[in-house]
């Protein structure tokens, strides 16, 4: 069964910086595209950064320069600075393949106060 495991979310203040990490249970997740998403309230899901298996790396334009994707073939993982964060930021965060499986983690909360 295909788990991804989000975490390292949490309250910040505007202009804070937090760091995400997804792991994955099956070690296919380390051959193929990945990526973060997130939705906010009443808003929805979007992807936000993705990463190819060689480390090929694109992001929406509201995050670009503040946010930097990565991750680790051997451990199955992917990771999601974040920095300069702003309100707007505030959403659930989920790690998903890009296009995504039909298989989504419970996420990680962030929540940005001004």
């Known amino acids: 069964q295909v788990q991804l495991v989000e975490s390292g979310g949490g309250l910040v203040q505007a202009g804070g910086s937090l760091r995400l990490s997804c792991a994955a249970s099956n070690s296919i997740f380390s051959i193929i595209t990945m990526g973060w998403y997130r939705q906010a309230p009443g808003k929805q899901r979007e992807l936000v950064a993705s990463?190819?298996?060689?480390?090929?790396?694109n992001y929406v334009d509201s995050v670009k320069g503040r946010f930097t994707i990565s991750r680790d073939n051997a451990k199955n993982t992917v990771n999601l600075q974040m920095g300069s964060l702003k309100p707007e930021d505030t959403a659930v965060y989920y790690c998903?393949?890009?296009?995504?499986?039909?298989?989504w983690g419970q996420g990680t909360q962030v929540t940005v106060s001004s």
């Open positions: 990463i190819t298996r060689g480390s090929a790396t």
């Open positions: 998903n393949t890009n296009p995504p499986t039909k298989y």
